[in-house]
């Protein structure tokens, strides 16, 4: 049984599931070359089926998951939430434009997926069904778990008319997700720190990394009451301050708020930001959790909010949490996942079974392999070599400081790159961050993520905890030890967090066999994993792509895996 998922907004994306199990998904940016790409994701889909080998009529259903509308069952909050504000006209003003703009928002993107229905899907053969927003996130996060029971946790700017949803989810249940909470779109997690984005000079809903990187420079407690201003959450609601301070849009900004940001620096303006939504987002979850009569929860969690990896420590932090998973594909461009996901479970509602009907993840590299033979001038000198002699000089050339190219297998479906698509070097060159940065057009305050073997995460990691999967996918900080802060300064932020990929001998043999290697000649206990992409622009995808970052200076060697052996270009 074929399943197609799509999302066709911000990051829009499509997969593909067989059988239950995700076996390919991308995202239009890919193959567009266009950041974030929101455009109808067509070549996502071919490339979804290619993969496969079967034709859209050979799809048993669609599962769509973007803009669906208003739930009836968000009727009574709504009320409920204009009943608060009456007496207060700015803030009716506010909250009445937010619902005006969240409808006029979906309608161009909705009409966009149901022309394509009409032009493509033929109903006798494919099923086409739709999913709310959050929906659609929490079940990327449930199903494609490794749990079977827990607690989900979504958050995102807004999406059919909310931001924040907070499930019980029991996987073999007639109803596997139960809402327990729900935040209105007006009272936004992501649409604060979005617009803290904005007012210290960045870009919302794209460089949201940098406040959180900057953050570990200030002092939180010196904006900590302008944030208050802002948003908080009060006995397990989140409640935005509809006015000068707060309004759930990225912009624009009223002079008093700016005036005020403004009084402080940007350090501690970031600093403020961040701990607020830690502890908003601690604060509302801890709520919910208390209810629960078993000692620990597993969690799961999705939405862009989750993006940001200081907010997965925290969490991580509850004691009544046991294990926490945060899907890869975290931001609007996983929709797709979820909605695919929700379709599987639907068609096989009535199969009584105790097994799984959904697949948890089983990797992210569910991309296209590099797309060899496209057309690039070629200048640079190569060799072949291969699996074994690759890592040998792989290393050799680390040792001399190069910064090298790696592409290899399928591309990673999601924000982060896993060694796949990845640009690596030395991580005992703090000075790193400066120069290769500026090399790679970015301006950053997070330092560069480490990649370490399985094998050392209790030596590197602080209180780690085996089997902990936000580190194989990097969406979680961590605090390392004095040893490999001393010894790897480069991927260590200044408040001793680092954020790590965890691979193994199976999960990524090369890189595996890279760094068993590397730490046996170096001494040192990672290597620099950063996305292989330039500023602004998308993870390369193929061959050709990774070439015009070599043509560029972006790295110094390009190492591309063919046909189990790797050949580099210089």
């Not at 327990?180 to 007006?186: D, K, P, Q, V």
């Amino acid at each position: 049984m074929y399943i197609l998922g799509i999302c066709n907004a911000e990051t829009a994306s499509a997969c593909l599931m067989k059988n239950g199990l995700v076996v390919a998904a991308a995202s239009e940016e890919r193959f567009t070359r266009v950041k974030m790409d929101s455009s109808f994701p067509s070549s996502s889909i071919q490339y979804c089926l290619d993969f496969e080998g079967i034709s859209l009529n050979r799809v048993n259903a669609i599962g769509y998951a973007w803009s669906k509308g208003f739930s009836p069952n968000l009727l009574e909050s709504y009320i409920h939430r204009a009943v608060d504000l009456q007496g207060d006209e700015k803030a009716l003003n506010i909250y009445h434009d937010r619902i005006k703009w969240e409808i006029l928002q979906d309608i161009e993107k909705r009409s966009e997926f149901d022309k394509w229905v009409a032009e493509n899907i033929d109903h006798k053969n494919t099923q086409v069904f739709d999913y709310y927003h959050h929906e659609a996130h929490a079940a990327s996060a449930a199903f494609l778990s490794p749990f079977d029971e827990g607690v989900v946790f979504t958050a995102d700017a807004r999406g059919d008319f909310e931001s924040s949803v907070i499930w019980r989810f029991d996987r073999f249940s007639d109803q596997p997700l139960n809402k327990l909470y729900s935040a209105l779109s007006t009272d936004s997690f992501g649409f604060y720190y979005g617009r803290i984005t904005g007012l210290l000079g960045f870009k919302p809903m794209r460089h949201e990394g940098k406040v959180t990187g900057l953050a570990a420079y200030g002092n939180p407690s010196k904006a900590m009451d302008l944030c208050k201003k802002m948003i908080n959450v009060c006995d397990g609601r989140v409640v935005g301050r509809l006015g000068n301070f707060y309004s759930p849009f990225f912009q624009p900004y009223s002079r008093e708020l700016q005036d005020e940001v403004n009084s402080f620096s940007k350090e501690d303006v970031a600093a403020s930001a961040q701990l607020h939504l830690e502890n908003m987002m601690c604060d509302l979850l801890e709520h919910y959790l208390v209810e629960f009569s078993e000692s620990q929860l597993n969690l799961m969690c999705a939405g862009g909010v989750f993006g940001n990896v200081k907010v997965t420590q925290a969490l991580k932090g509850n004691k009544r949490v046991k294990s926490t998973y945060v899907q890869p594909q975290m931001g609007d461009g996983g929709l797709c996942l979820g909605a695919a996901a929700l379709s599987n479970e639907r068609l096989l509602r009535h199969v009584q079974s105790v097994s799984r009907k959904t697949m948890p993840l089983q990797s992210m590299y569910l991309g296209p392999e590099p797309c060899y033979g496209q057309k690039q001038e070629i200048t640079q000198q190569y060799d072949v070599f291969n699996a074994k002699l690759a890592v040998e000089k792989v290393v050799s050339s680390l040792l001399l400081g190069k910064v090298i190219g790696l592409v290899q297998g399928r591309m990673e479906f999601g924000p982060r790159a896993l060694c796949n698509r990845s640009i690596i070097c030395r991580t005992s060159d703090p000075s790193i961050n400066d120069w290769l940065n500026k090399r790679m057009r970015r301006t950053e305050f997070m330092p560069f993520a480490p990649v370490i073997r399985l094998e050392r995460a209790e030596e590197i990691i602080t209180d780690y905890s085996i089997g902990d999967i936000t580190l194989e996918f990097m969406t979680s900080t961590v605090n390392v030890s004095k040893k490999f802060q001393q010894l790897c300064p480069a991927v260590v932020h200044i408040d001793g967090t680092a954020r790590p990929q965890i691979v193994t001998a199976q999960s990524n043999p090369f890189m595996w066999n890279l760094l068993k290697l590397w730490e046996a000649t170096s001494g040192e206990l990672s290597l620099v994993n950063t996305s292989f992409n330039a500023h602004e622009e998308p993870i390369v995808r193929s061959e050709s792509d990774a070439i015009l970052a070599l043509n560029e200076r972006i790295v110094d060697e390009l190492w591309i895996s063919k046909m189990g052996n790797y050949v580099v270009y210089k």
